[in-house]
């Protein structure tokens, strides 16, 4: 059976050189917050671009939590985000204390619908504390139509963050993914485009001092040691998850543009079946976290694929709204999320990752060419 995902494959194709980091980062007899945090924060600032700052944590949860902390968000803000997510996003803006607006998607790229983004922030729903942030999530590593979202949220004075769980290195427009909003959030869990192998998470940003500021709520609000000028918390990436990044980190446009092969593929596989391959906006480069379908006669396309040894998954199958703890936690915006309830009854995710090996993938396209 070809696993849906494979985070020790990722391992095995750089055992050698995470072997090592590990091993430097064991015997260096400092494993919170050293060298290796600091060095993979730089040069993952680097790898983004032109005056990025980059500040560890300890997943990508946090990652979002911390920068609506650093912002000041909390208590009495509204943060608008989707319900097509991870379950971690909307946790994030309830850790930081904030009130989850959730919209609907887009139906052919599963991201944010500008439109609907632009009627609340133009006519926020009554009752909710007033808007003071957007999380932008470029969900299968898609990017979001973000010309619009942009521009919606510069009319309205609200600030557009950026989650970049699945997205590391796509483009729009040309420019880098998480430099385009005002701060964006990386998970750096083992099967994200760049994960770790353990649990990490990064975020960055141009505002050198909201970096600043983060940098010290991530640790009990500490600027200098034991004197807390901030109100903090505990999420810390630690030295041997650092090292074992910084090993990766050279690998991730190469894996990222091996995603994309893979994609195309499967797109080729494609042709000539029901199924349509996954949209791709104009000017984007989508770096294919999940290479994402959509039937509603899923569960007998799922039975095919596994009968021809090919692992699916879902992504996901029950949105945030819908979710039991978030019942009446969460507004809703005037779409009431229907897209976004109609994806999760239909969408399921091959596998994809840089690992595949060809003949896998030649496994993964006969099965897709008898559907
Ligand atoms: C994985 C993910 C997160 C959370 O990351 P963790 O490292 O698991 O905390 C947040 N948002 C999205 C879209 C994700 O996919």
Redesign the pocket.
Known sequence: MIPQADPGAGYRAQKEEIDAAVARALSSGWYILGQEGAAFEREYAQWLGEGQRAVGCA????A?ALILRGMGIGEGSTVVTVSH??V??VA?IEMAGATPLLLDIDPDTYCMDPDELAAVLDDPPPGIPPIRAVIA?H?YGHPCDLTPMLAACAKAGVPLIE?C??AHGARHDGRMIGTIGYAA?Y???PT?NLGALG???VLSTADHELADRIGAIRQYGWRERYISSLVGVNSRLDEVQAAILRAKLPRLDANNARRREIAAHYDAALAGTSLTPPARAEGVEHVFHQYVLRSPERTAIMAALKAQGVGTGIHYPVPVHEQSAYAGRTALGPAACAETSRASQEVFSLPLYPELTEAQIEQVCNALRGL
Do not use: M
């Open positions: 997943n990508g949860t946090d979002i997510t991870a971690a996003t994030a999530v969900i989650d769980a699945q959030a998970s750096l869990y994200k649990d990490g998470g």
